[in-house]
């Protein structure tokens, strides 16, 4: 296994990145294919084949497109480029402080392409999609800040390889950050914006408008964050890269697990539980680390 | 290559009758027949759908919506109607209300039987929406140049 390290070390940042754009769709769309059939095989159904949801992107754009704003579109391709381009940063091993605020930003894009369609379900999902920013973006800042206080650096490529587990110095902020995970995965409970299972009762949500190929973009744009988020619950480990890569998939699983056993939560117990758990996990590991230092 | 057979979106809708064919779509979507192994996503949206399938006669007032929410489906799009009612109005055909089947109002494209249609026949339907669904696909892209 250190062998990729170094492998990884061998290629410049620009190659890493490349890397990352082409393999992270595969390898997200076909965590996608797993979250369906497990879900399926849960609930007791056979469930689609794993790689259905590559079938679903290559049919999206072979339909029609349908615009009914035309700022609707360009919204959603920044969202696909801010969230690769964050994507492409960390896994190149640059500041974990630039990603987590690209993702942001990305996230910014996709409410207001909610907000651009007229559909009234679309407005109320991009509303939901504001408070569950507002829920779990203090937790991904107070990672970041966690992970400098930890090892004096946000520097991805350092933070991975740093000699101790950073588990061990920050175990409330992985916890407050497995937390908010269930609602960056869009996963139950707190599915409130937009839904992967079929019925809603805000129809798609925030993504009602969208069809054909904007769908798929999102959808793609999707994977895209989801590898991305679990390279982060990788740096946790990244002290021995089989366990971080088990932990990782796990972690995966874990929320597959969480979304089936969950019904949707409202938006104030979202808000105020995601604060409770930062605030009791996330801030208190971050004054404990301070006073030990 | 078209990809509609492997993912067939399915939009349903009920436009009246007794229920009894709006309930075999749903029971269809339970573990033991399970549309989603074959790709099948009941999507409630028409903007996400490929397949409309209707339950139920329609009448003057479901009418309006049956048609808004054909036309918002993107293309290509397939008509499915769904039991005797949408195929024919059945018992409801002389009610003074009723219009009779959906191919009174749009163009439909595959008849599922049966009062009320099983799921297995539901299925079937969709399998054969697929394959008119390519052919449109085909014909569609030549017509767009
Ligand atoms: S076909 Fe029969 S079961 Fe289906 S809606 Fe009509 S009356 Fe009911």
């Known amino acids: 296994m250190n062998s990729i390290y170094e492998a990884y070390q061998v290629l410049s940042m620009a190659e890493r990145a490349l890397v990352f754009l082409v393999l992270a769709p595969i390898a997200g769309g076909l965590l996608a294919g797993i979250d369906r059939k497990l879900s399926a095989r849960l609930q007791g159904r056979y469930g689609p084949p794993v ?243 | 290559m078209a990809w509609f057979k492997r993912s067939p979106w399915i939009l349903h809708y009920n436009a009246t009758s007794c229920n009894g064919c709006d309930t075999e779509v749903i029971v269809s979507l339970t573990p033991l027949y399970d549309l989603e192994r074959f790709g099948i996503i009941n999507t409630g949206n028409p903007k996400h759908a490929d397949i409309l399938a209707v339950t139920g006669s329609v009448n003057e007032k479901s009418v309006q919506a049956l048609k808004n929410l054909y036309d918002q489906m993107p293309n290509p799009k397939v008509i499915m109607a769904v039991g005797l009612c949408a195929i024919s109005g059945c018992v409801f055909q002389d009610c003074y209300n009723v219009m009779g089947g959906v191919d009174k109002v749009l163009p439909v494209d595959v008849y599922v039987p049966g009062c009320a249609a099983r799921p297995e026949a539901i299925i079937d339907g969709v399998i054969m929406a697929c394959e008119i669904l390519e052919k449109k696909y085909a014909e569609w892209k030549k017509g767009r140049g």
């Open chain 1, 51 to 293: 790689r259905q949801p590559f079938f679903d992107v290559l049919k999206l754009f072979q339909k029609e497109r349908i615009v009914v704003n035309k700022f609707q579109n360009f919204n959603i391709i920044l969202f696909f480029l801010f969230t690769a381009c964050s994507g492409a940063l960390f896994f190149a091993g640059a500041d974990i402080l630039l990603t987590v605020f690209g993702l942001a930003l990305a996230g910014t894009f996709f409410i207001l392409a909610g907000f651009s369609v007229g559909s009234p379900y679309s407005h109320l999902g991009a509303e939901r999609e504001v408070i569950q920013m507002v829920s779990y973006e203090p937790m991904v800042i107070l990672m970041a800040v966690g992970m400098y206080q930890a090892t004096g650096s946000f520097k991805v490529a350092d933070l991975v390889q740093y000699e101790a587990p950073l588990i061990l110095y920050l175990p409330g902020i992985f916890l407050g950050f497995l937390y908010i995970l269930t609602i960056k995965f869009r996963k139950s409970p707190f599915d409130l914006s937009m839904s992967h299972h079929a019925h809603q009762e805000i129809v798609r949500g925030i993504t009602t408008e969208f069809s054909g190929p904007a769908l798929a973009l999102i959808e793609i744009t999707h994977w895209y964050e989801n590898v991305l988020l679990l390279g982060m619950v990788y740096l946790f480990f990244g002290f021995n890269p089989w366990i971080a890569l088990v932990v990782s998939l796990a972690t995966y699983l874990f929320e597959i697990f969480i979304d089936m056993n969950y019904a949707r939560f409202k938006w104030q117990l979202t808000l105020a539980s995601t604060w409770l758990f930062t605030a009791v996990a996330g801030i208190s590991n971050i004054v404990v680390l301070s006073v030990m230092k």
